[in-house]
């Protein structure tokens, strides 16, 4: 039977664990450069992109070596963000890009997230055949020394990404006269993302834009908000961008310091979209979108679909329907029209354009009332508790008692080790009984 490496968002975990190592990096990086390899594409290229996490450099020359042991040639950009790998994966041409990241997670974990040339994150089948070649004897998969990769750090990658985020908006589009708070979570975007609003006239006060390789996501970046809105409020700011660890997340503040949470930013474009006739098919959300969300659509006639939790299953979604806007409450939001994958800086740079003629965030946002909704991320030796009679018994219990009064949803996490219990209605008092219920069963 063949191993399970990928998760739902690549090959994440604790830093030296029995997944996330160097020589389980290796054998990656040979297993799915001979999987590429084999597809007989004349150029045979790997490109790699990483965030700020010290373990990186730990990680990435054994997932180099790996790559140039299978007969790849590989490009190395150093610190950029997810998005900005998947477009050059796409511009170069390359057979695949790789970024070593464990995005929001703290900076003891780290990870992989692979993209195919076409810049889209594998799918399940492809991830599937090289995890089947990952436990191969390594001889087996091993280049003769003449077929060995070559190796080139490459140091214009974010240049070229910024380069092409520009491309999606008018040659006039500038920033001139606003003022921005950026939080880049000392980050992968720590360095594109101050570049590129300053290159757009703004004037910006960057936080967050000082790596050690242990303070990804520390106190600051998307999964700390309040970090942003404080800002927004002392620099008396226009907006405030808040972006995760690999800058593919994006949570925002308005000049008034109110936090606009993913759910409220896509509700924003999807109306500005439609009004525009730019909107194709609808909107696709997830498990976990605010149920005023879902309200807000019906009564405005826009087409709304839930995917399971997962970008990529928002993304198959979007395909699927031919859908072009998709997204997730955590900032996670695609903008198919111009992207294959979430980022941060697209959807701020999307907005910006929307409020450029001096609208107020404010007014661009705040489209719905939001069900009140608590979500309590439990910490789980064993995620297949989900599945233990007892927890199972408490769900249909605390579901008869909701009695059509709002949604409980309890599920693992993709990427880590948590049960996610979440729950949503106007009755907050049954809400937490409800959830409580389930809580208590959780070990």
Request: glycine share 10%; charged share 25%.
């Amino acid at each position: 039977m063949t191993k399970k490496y990928f998760g739902t968002d690549g090959i994440r975990g604790a830093i030296n664990s029995k997944h996330i190592n160097g020589d389980m990096f290796f054998k990656f990086g040979l297993a799915s450069g001979t999987y590429f390899k084999s597809q007989k594409k004349r150029k045979q290229i790997a490109i790699i992109a990483k965030d700020t996490r010290l373990s990186g450099y730990t990680l990435e020359p054994a997932l180099v070596s790996g790559l140039a042991s299978a007969g790849m040639h590989v490009y190395t950009f150093g610190p950029m963000p997810t998005n900005g790998l998947a477009m050059l994966t796409k511009t170069i041409k390359a057979n695949m890009g790789i970024m070593i990241t464990a995005s929001h997670n703290p900076h003891n974990d780290n990870g992989l997230k692979l993209f195919g040339p076409d810049g889209m994150k594998l799918s399940d089948k492809i991830e599937k055949k090289i995890e089947r070649l990952i436990d191969k004897k390594i001889s087996k998969n091993l280049s003769s020394p003449e077929k060995l990769g070559r190796v080139k750090r490459l140091e214009n990658g974010t240049k070229e990404y910024l380069k092409i985020l520009k491309k999606n908006f008018p040659k006039e589009f500038n920033l001139r006269g606003l003022r921005i708070v950026i939080d880049c979570a000392n980050g992968a975007g720590y360095k594109a993302g101050p570049d590129l609003l300053k290159s757009l006239g703004a004037k910006v006060i960057a936080i967050g834009i000082n790596p050690n390789g242990i303070n990804i996501n520390k106190n600051c970046g998307s999964t700390h908000p309040n970090k942003i809105k404080f800002a927004v409020k002392k620099y008396k700011a226009h907006l405030g961008i808040s972006l995760d660890g690999d800058a593919d997340r994006i949570i925002m503040s308005d000049e008034m310091g109110n936090i606009i949470d993913g759910d409220q930013i896509i509700a924003a474009i999807a109306t500005r979209w439609k009004n525009k006739k730019m909107l194709r098919g609808g909107v696709i959300g997830t498990l976990m979108s605010n149920y005023g969300l879902e309200k807000f659509f019906k009564s405005n006639k826009i087409k709304f679909i839930r995917a399971y939790v997962g970008d990529r299953y928002v993304k198959e979604q979007m395909q699927k329907n031919n859908f072009n806007l998709g997204g997730e409450q955590s900032g996670h939001i695609i903008l198919g029209k111009f992207a294959t994958t979430g980022d941060g800086l697209l959807v701020a740079l999307e907005v910006l354009f929307a409020i450029r003629k001096g609208k107020k965030a404010s007014s661009f946002f705040n489209k719905f009332k939001k069900t009140p909704q608590i979500l309590k991320n439990v910490f789980v030796k064993d995620k297949s508790i989900i599945k233990n009679s007892d927890v199972k018994k408490s769900i249909k219990q605390a579901e008869k008692l909701m009695n059509g009064h709002g949604r409980i949803l309890v599920r693992a996490s993709g990427t880590e080790s948590k049960i996610r219990v979440m729950g949503e209605s106007e009755n907050k008092k049954l809400l937490e009984k409800c959830l409580n219920i389930i809580l208590n069963k959780i070990k």
